[in-house]
């Protein structure tokens, strides 16, 4: 694998640290929720587990659920109670036509 030498960002910081201080400041204005220190060992840990898919692909899944636990919308969760609600409004609205039906 080939390695960039030049540092392609500043000249007075390495490649390395150039990107992570740019996904830092991506991902602080982007989740304003999370702290600095959560935002850092993120960030530190996807450069520690980079070469190892496996582990990379967790610490992403590990990332979103702890975004999802903090956000303020967790409206998939209560899709299924939505359906049954729906379905039973549904229900009584057809059992009140039938009775009026019937009556008439």
Excluded: P, W
Aim: with cysteine; proline share 0%.
């Amino acid at each position: 694998m080939g390695m960039i030498i030049e540092n392609l960002f500043d000249a007075n910081m390495s490649n390395k640290n150039s990107v992570m201080n740019f996904i830092l400041n991506l991902l602080k204005n982007a989740y304003s929720q999370l702290n600095h220190i959560q935002i850092e060992t993120f960030c530190i840990a996807l450069f520690n587990k980079c070469y190892n898919f496996h582990e990379f692909k967790y610490l992403i899944r590990d990332f979103l659920v702890m975004l999802k636990s903090f956000s303020g919308t967790n409206e998939e969760l209560f899709e299924e109670e939505k359906k049954v609600k729906f379905k039973l409004l549904n229900l009584k609205y057809f059992i009140y036509i039938f009775i009026f039906y019937r009556r008439n």
